[in-house]
């Protein structure tokens, strides 16, 4: 059987005519190494639509000889597997269900390995009964004047993907359209000049979370000074 290999790797920098050289002192094992293996997904709670990746982590891929993902419970789509990472779009369900994602790995000593993975998927009805949307007051809009508020949304599961104002039922055209989400919720910035009567308009909050939208609509107080 053949000895580790030791060797040197030496490193030099030069700036500004001045040179540093660092040297490390490194072996090459000649037998393969154990390192712990561990699976971590991406989310553990998902929609129709989203996807779910699970990777594997580990120092030394080389120790693993054989390896199989499995899906018990729930079964999804779209399935793309390696010896590094596994990912699968969660299915349509009704209620409340459960797809396990099972890692099994044999090392090159024989021994096994074997994660699970418990991912919850929602319905449609049951993730959009999680959130929880807020306006402490009507907004009031100035013509040509920008106005900022906070609409306050709490997202327990962290299921939205995208957020977007949508203007189809505004009577008015909007200069300034801005949306940022903060720890609260979302700050709206909005500017218009074609408020010129005091009227009531409205725009809404578009929420996208897997392969469902949904929809929070905003009255506004439009003043024309």
Do not use: C
Not at 117 to 138: D, P, Q, Y
Not at 146 to 163: G, R
Not at 183 to 201: E, M, Q, R, Y
């Amino acid at each position: 059987m053949e000895a580790d290999i030791q060797g040197q790797l030496e490193l030099t920098v030069v700036m500004a005519g001045i040179s540093k050289t660092v040297t490390t002192d490194l072996t090459i094992k000649n037998q393969v190494t154990y390192s712990d293996i561990s699976v971590w997904a991406t989310k553990l709670i998902a929609v129709k639509g989203q996807t779910v990746r699970l990777n594997v982590k580990t120092d030394n891929f080389e120790q693993i000889k054989t390896w199989s993902w499995e899906v018990s419970g729930v079964e999804g789509t779209n399935i793309n597997k390696s010896n590094m990472h596994f990912e699968i779009t969660a299915p349509q369900i009704s209620g409340q269900q459960t797809m396990s994602i099972i890692y099994r790995a044999t090392l090159f000593d024989d021994s096994e390995v074997m994660e699970i993975a418990n991912i919850t998927v929602l319905s449609e009805s049951i993730s959009r009964s999680s959130f929880t949307f807020g306006l402490a007051s009507t907004p009031i809009i100035h013509n040509n004047t920008e106005k900022t508020f906070i609409v306050t949304f709490n997202d327990p599961h962290a299921l939205v993907d995208s957020a977007a104002i949508d203007l189809a039922l505004t009577i008015n055209t909007f200069d300034k359209v801005e949306l940022t989400r903060n720890a609260v919720g979302f700050i709206i910035v909005l500017k218009t000049g074609t408020a010129t009567f005091d009227h009531s308009d409205f725009i809404s909050l578009d929420l996208v979370y897997g392969d469902y939208k949904h929809q929070y609509p905003i009255q506004l107080e439009m003043l024309a000074n």
